[in-house]
Nanobody
Framework: QVQLVESGGGLVQAGGSLRLSCAASGIIFSNNAINWYRQVPGRQREWIAYITSGGSTWYSDSVKGRVTISRDNAKNTVYLQMNSLKPEDTASYYC?????????WGKGALVTVSS
């Protein structure tokens, strides 16, 4: 079955950087587009980044210019490099794959940005 495992979250000061990873298994990773979402408790999950199987990328306006999504197909891993972090970036971050109208999610990685 499809499994996604996020890592790399933690506590960082405003203006700092973090790189999140999402390791995938149970799929032919290179054939799949990957999303990153984030969620603050009590709020809807927010889409923030997308990478196609060919490496094309899209970003939400809330993170554009500060975040880079990338993938390493040899490692079955997608990354989210986050720079110039702000307190409002504090959230749990999730990677997502949608296959045949089914969404697969990891358990998330908590990012806390202190002011």
């Amino acid at each position: 079955q499809v499994q996604l495992v996020e890592s790399g979250g933690g506590l960082v000061q405003a203006g700092g950087s973090l790189r999140l990873s999402c390791a995938a298994s149970g799929i032919i990773f290179s054939n799949n587009a990957i999303n990153w979402y984030r969620q603050v408790p009590g709020r809807q999950r927010e889409w923030i980044a997308y990478i196609t199987s060919g490496g094309s990328t899209w970003y939400s306006d809330s993170v554009k210019g500060r975040v880079t999504i990338s993938r390493d197909n040899a490692k079955n891993t997608v990354y989210l490099q986050m720079n110039s972090l702000k307190p409002e970036d504090t959230a749990s971050y999730y990677c997502n794959i949608r296959r045949f109208a089914t969404d697969y999610w990891g358990k998330g990685a908590l990012v806390t940005v202190s002011s």
